[in-house]
């Protein structure tokens, strides 16, 4: 008697899982899109590869503003 009562609910639950699941890597998925994005528009605005960069740092941009020093 209660396993029949019990068996519907649980398998709303794993229908409202499966979704959940679902929408959860849908915005995982559009994150990485974004950054990606973001990433690639960054590469494209800066006058210097990411490994240059790395290297010497934002500051050593000709339109970056030097620090005093």
Known sequence: MHFQDLA?????LEAWERIRDAQ???RWQQNDVERRRRYQEMERDLAATAAQ??????CHLDDSPKTSG
């Open 8 to 12: 519907p609910r649980h398998l709303e």
């Open 53 to 58: 960069l790395l290297e010497h740092g934002l």
């Open 24 to 26: 959860l890597e849908h």
